[in-house]
């Protein structure tokens, strides 16, 4: 059942998604090459429990670690590890923030240095995927023209929308009804109505849009070994659009903030 949130709620989210967005903002001011997913892992958790937020993804149905990392051939929940960063790979960072009981979820991805030509195309059509979903969102809009939309412009840019994952509802609940697909599923779906929050989060293949899973369970990678990128947001509907509550252009880090980054970064030898 999709439910109808509450002003309320809407402002918890929205404050949930603050912590969420200066966690990304966080993230950029340590992101090279030679960084781990693993240390990169470490540091958003500290960050997180440092805003007094609580990573929601770790735990959940027994994830273990506190963000999703999914580097090049990996679409989502891409586990974090000890491989080094290197120029060239696309970095997916999917990230969960339960803030006094209100969540938000946002994946930003990440370039690590210099791309190349095909891979910066293939990484700006990702990014304007969502944004072309995002277009839709109004009171009265089908579900279903999201998911059309974003399909005809990435297939149009030659390359192709996974369909085995999609956006969601979201609230005190991870998941929530109703599922946000990102290609066209050939009927209507529900007609969206004010204050109905949810997540558009296309991820975007160079090659096959089909998936295969890693033997741990959660990892999913393209089938033919090919690039992928996700980019997503937390929105509520509203008459006129969409009510963005993970938009990083929102928020910055304080001084406070950059002090602890530093800290961190010093305690914890992340660089010589």
């Given at each position: 059942?999709?439910?109808?949130?509450?002003?309320?709620?809407?402002?918890?989210?929205?404050?949930?998604?603050?912590?969420?967005?200066?966690?990304?903002?966080?993230?950029?001011?340590?992101?090279?090459?030679?960084?781990?997913?693993?240390?990169?892992?470490?540091?958003?958790?500290?960050?997180?429990?440092?805003?007094?937020?609580?990573?929601?993804?770790?735990?959940?149905?027994?994830?273990?670690?506190a963000?999703?990392?999914s580097?090049?051939?990996?679409?989502?929940?891409g586990?974090?590890?000890?491989?080094p960063?290197?120029?060239?790979?696309?970095?997916?960072?999917?990230n969960?923030?339960?803030?006094?009981?209100?969540?938000?979820?946002?994946?930003?991805?990440?370039?690590?240095?210099?791309?190349?030509?095909?891979?910066?195309?293939?990484?700006?059509t990702?990014?304007?995927?969502?944004?072309?979903?995002?277009?839709?969102?109004?009171?009265g809009?089908?579900?279903?023209?999201?998911?059309?939309?974003?399909?005809?412009?990435?297939?149009?840019k030659?390359?192709?929308?996974?369909r085995?994952?999609?956006?969601?509802?979201?609230?005190r609940?991870?998941?929530?009804?109703?599922?946000?697909?990102?290609?066209?599923?050939?009927?209507?779906?529900?007609?969206?109505?004010?204050?109905?929050?949810?997540?558009?989060?296309?991820m975007?293949?160079?090659?096959?849009?089909?998936?295969?899973?890693?033997?741990?369970?959660?990892?999913?990678?393209?089938?033919?070994?090919?690039?992928?990128?996700q980019?997503?947001?937390?929105?509520?509907?509203?008459?006129?659009?969409?009510?963005i509550?993970?938009?990083?252009a929102?928020?910055?880090?304080?001084?406070?903030?950059?002090?602890?980054?530093?800290?961190?970064?010093?305690d914890?030898?992340?660089?010589?």
């Open positions: 059942m999709i439910t109808i949130k509450t002003e309320d709620a809407i402002q918890g989210m929205k404050e949930s998604g603050k912590i969420l967005t200066k966690t990304h903002h966080a993230i950029r001011e340590i992101l090279r090459p030679g960084l781990t997913t693993m240390e990169l892992n470490d540091f958003a958790e500290a960050f997180m429990l440092y805003q007094d937020a609580i990573p929601a993804q770790k735990g959940y149905s027994g994830f273990p670690f963000l999703c990392t580097v090049n051939d990996e679409v989502c929940h586990f974090p590890n000890d491989r960063l290197r120029e060239g790979d696309i970095l997916s960072v999917d969960v923030v339960n803030y006094k009981g209100f969540l938000s979820d946002s994946c930003w991805s990440y370039p690590i240095g210099q791309l190349s030509d095909q891979d910066r195309d293939f990484f700006d990702a990014k304007e995927a969502l944004m072309v979903g995002l277009a839709q969102v109004r009171v809009t089908h579900l279903n023209e999201i998911g059309k939309a974003i399909q005809a412009y990435v297939e149009g030659g390359y192709s929308v996974v085995e994952f999609t956006g969601h509802g979201i609230g609940e991870m998941h929530e009804d109703p599922m946000v697909l990102h290609y066209d599923q050939g009927s209507r779906g529900p007609r969206l109505r004010e204050r109905m929050v949810m997540t558009i989060e296309p975007i293949n160079i090659g096959h849009w089909k998936t295969r899973m890693d033997d741990n369970g959660w990892t999913a990678r393209t089938i033919d070994g090919q690039k992928s990128c980019f997503e947001h937390t929105f509520a509907v509203r008459e006129d659009g969409p009510e509550l993970t938009d990083q929102d928020t910055s880090l304080s001084p406070e903030e950059k002090e602890w980054i530093a800290a961190y970064i010093r914890k030898w992340l660089f010589d």
